[in-house]
């Protein structure tokens, strides 16, 4: 083993040992009746109402606590299918509500334009093929101002990666 991993490992526990700590010292709710009454030889009472254990008395709340604290339901890779097919629902529900309306479309109710009216240009963004969010100049283009003058040199990738997502 590395020590590379050692120290990851190492710092993992010491993560986990101090989300214990906090919570069961800051938030865990302490039981009453097991708390003493202090008396004359104990002095402090941090020593009567904290006693580490362990285990937390709760572990359905501790579970929330760490999922939070580590951001355990965040997804950290996002791929590039999971992308796609995020932008090309949204670029559907566009198209049908452009279909059904097109003189009271509005973009911001869908969070894309229609397939029609939206440019064509694919660009790489973080590794990922993304097609280009704004709307084209006119009915005759398939561009936006921006794409006008540029090559799209990965059409071709990214019309693979739609035609694999819709074969599944």
Known sequence: MSNLDILVKSLNKLENYVAKYIYKKY???????????????????????FKYSKKPNNTDDYKLYTDSIFSKERQYIIKQNNSLIEDL??????????????????????????????????RKHKHKLIRCKNCIINDDEDMCNLHEDTPNM??????????????E
């Open 27 to 49: 938030i865990e709710e302490v039981d009453e009746t097991i708390l003493k009454v202090p008396t004359e030889e104990s002095s402090t009472i941090d020593e009567i109402n």
């Open 89 to 122: 629902d949204s670029m559907s529900l566009a198209d049908d509500k452009y279909e059904n309306d097109p003189k009271s479309f509005h973009r911001h109710q869908t969070n894309s334009y229609p397939d029609i009216k939206r440019c064509s240009y694919i």
């Open 154 to 167: 990965y059409w071709d990738s990214y019309n693979e990666l739609v035609e694999n997502i819709n074969k």
